[in-house]
């Protein structure tokens, strides 16, 4: 099937560009892409193509841009199915305008064999309309004492390697998993955090969390266990994602680590872009997330590494919860969110604060992400996959939690005042997700 996409704003991360134009997309990918407004039968007869054998679909002025590639969702299955499936995430991917989802290990079993492995693979692939790559465990049973057999793992389709919030304590563990990954090209995603000082944390230190008697964790040990993650990656030159750096005391060690050349990349949640601790408010366990929500001037100082690149990836880290998980007091409930319907219109929060632009925030969202991954996805050059999603920046709504194609309802932004949605989302040329018309 041959479809236009014409009239729409074009959103390109990969030139920077914010302007008018038109894809042409064919066998799922974009054969063409032209500029400015023009006449659809003249973009046709260019191409030897009649209008008959086309399928057109006029945007209305609104924004055309590479679809999500999301590193670091949450599936819960195996074992609990009952908050979060293949199928129900996958719906949620397709209307938050996500069309790769990056899945993480920590199930129940967790995904540290190939046997594992390719009963997800298969079960994603049978019921997600969504392209679904999944990453293994680094250390058997995400325990930190034995790594994974990597090459075998990769070759049953592993893209990447992670314990995510289990660091592993063992440094020489670490670095021999480190070394192995390295010599089979393998990228491992690691979770900067100092676990003796964030065991049992639920807050972020400082004067809101003393007054709420919290528990809670100094931003210094995010910077301490980047510090050692770094150090290893010295010693082994191994290919290393922080998934989530959140504080400003992190970002000088991420920056130095870039300038002397290392292969280190940083992504950030949106939950720590666009939420600070002062959301908890009276102990409001939905905005309960790992690691805690921080400070405004941290907020702001990731917002900042995001525009000037220290920070390279925007993920949604969604976290699926049921109720009786998080209606519990702040400290017993389960942290997380669930946010791959979320992701786009908490995102255009930082476009109409004039943070971010919309290329540099699709830049992080799309074009990074697939780079970091080895994926022709994240772009809107000819010849790319024709994964895309069409939004309105400026539409308002009022999030209603239960209106989620998620199984787990658990979004901070229950009841608050939205604007952007999905407009549709293509996976290879295919429509799989279409906004209702009101």
Known sequence: MTTLLHNARLIDPELGTDAPGSLLIAQGRILARLAGQQDTTAILAAHGLAAADVTLVDCNGKCLAPGIVDIGVKVCEPGERHKESYKSAGLAAAAGGVTTIVTRPDTTPCI?????????????????????????????????????????????????????????????????????????????????????????????????????????????????????????????????????????????????????????????????????????????????????????????????????????????????????????????????????ETLLPAAMRLYHAELLDLPTLFRALSLNPAKRLGLASGRLAEGAPADLVLFDPDVPFVLDRFALQSKSKNTPFDTQRMQGRVLATYVAGRPVFAQRKA
């Open 112 to 340: 540290d064999s190939p046997e594992t492995l390719e009963f997800v693979t298969r079960r994603a692939q049978a019921d997600a309309p969504v392209n679904v790559l999944p990453m293994a465990a680094l250390t058997k049973g995400r325990a930190g004492r034995e790594m994974t057999e990597i090459r075998f793992l990769m070759d049953a389709g592993a893209v990447a390697f992670t314990d995510c919030d289990h660091v592993v304590t063992d440094t020489k563990v670490f670095s021999r998993a480190l070394t192995y990954a390295k010599s089979c090209g393998a990228l491992v995603m690691a979770h900067p955090q100092d676990p003796g000082l964030s065991a049992g944390a639920a807050a972020t230190s400082g004067k809101f969390a003393a007054l709420r008697g919290l528990p809670s964790v100094s931003p210094m040990a995010e910077r301490m266990g980047l510090d050692r993650d770094i150090a290893l990656l010295e010693m082994t030159g191994a290919k290393y994602h922080a998934d989530q750096i959140t504080t400003a005391r992190a970002l000088p060690a991420l920056e130095r680590a870039k300038a002397n050349g290392l292969d280190i990349t940083a992504g950030t949640s949106i939950h720590h872009l666009t939420l600070n601790e002062l959301d908890v408010a009276d102990y409001r366990t939905f905005f309960k997330v790992k690691p805690p929500l921080r400070s405004e001037e941290d907020r702001l100082a990731v917002v900042e590494a995001l525009r000037d690149g220290v920070i390279d990836v925007i993920s949604s880290m969604h976290t699926p919860q049921d109720e009786e998980s998080k209606r519990l007091p702040f400290e017993e409930a389960a942290a997380g969110a669930v946010a791959l």
